[in-house]
């Protein structure tokens, strides 16, 4: 088997998740991508080809001069639509084009939902001088996870907010617990894997600080997901309880990042990612045994915030034992600008076990014998 999987930036998901997974499947695997000197290291059976993969004709045309692919995929958040349309080209599984475009876009995302009648979300697409109802969240119309989201309440704080030459929209701000929800589908059917309760650090900005097992059932959300087209791959989805009930906030097709996807993986004890790339293999959606009851335990990841600028004097090493996890993201010597964003972790810690409470203590001790210093 030969996966071609398309990507940018190198991500822990890619790395510690859908490389080792394609191994231990036993595929060969060819990565395009704009930065293939990050990818593919020396000994590695990984092989990585300059591509423009925001261009699916591009993709198209490196991999038909190249092996015969039987799966096409990618994680990334901007290249879901290109990647699938080079999958539809040769006929293999993949996602719908047109629901990777309406996921990606959030104005899109709200027309389509309202135009459906799952739910009405004030939202508009922002025009110089544009008069607004406050508070409102304003939003790059294509933006990943928190970057550049910030509550506005006045015209001068919404002129902040604009970011140049990026296309942005403002919503409604949304009141309310943040959870996710988190599928697998073939096309045929969709599991849910589960979701988690995020916590977001303090207002105007919405970086999300910590993440909590928490599953609930959400008729609402999957009614949602199927009025945008979303039945086929992995699928990560946040939405707030409202007093009117549950609201989307974003639906990322893609599977959840800053390792919740690894934390889930070892909390529901599946093979999550070798499961994701067999659905793209054209293999159906297995369900996961720990959703048939009830889970024991507790997990969560928190993202350590860099509380103040500076430069990074001391970092802890890569650690995993005992159900616990640290993964830094920044490194001794690297200028922290304070942004209240997730451009602001300095590291992921992940951790399982029998109780929240014991949970909370593995990760406090982990902290306190392993600090973060930023001078």
Known sequence: MRLYLSALNPTDSVTHGFLPAAEALGWDVTILTDQPDRYAPAGSRVEAIETDVRDARAMIDVIARHHRPDVIFSNSDHIQAETALAAAYFGLPGKDWRACVTAKNKALTRRELTRQGVESVRSVRLTPGARLPFPAVVKPAQ??????VVLVRDDEELARAIVPGRAMVAEEYLEGPLYTLETLGDGRNRQ?????????????????ERLDWCPRDE????????????????CHTEYVVTADGPRIIEVNYRVIGDNCDLLM???LGIPLFEWILRVHAGEAAPQPPALAGSRDGHCATLSLMAERPGTVTQAPPTYA???????????VGDTIEITG?????LGIVRAIGPSRDEVDTAIEGFLRDNPWVVA
Do not use: C, M
């Not at 964003?341 to 972790?345: A, E, F, I, K, L």
């Open 143 to 148: 933006g990943v996870a928190s970057e550049d």
């Open 192 to 208: 849910v894997l589960g979701g988690f309760r995020t916590t977001l650090g303090p207002l105007p900005h919405f970086a999300e």
């Open 219 to 234: 008729p609402h959300i999957e009614k949602a997901l199927d009025a945008i087209g979303i039945g086929f791959g992995a």
């Open 265 to 267: 993986a070892d909390f």
């Open 321 to 331: 034992s005992d159900g616990l996890w640290h993964q830094p993201i920044r490194k």
């Open 341 to 345: 964003t997730n451009r602001d972790y």
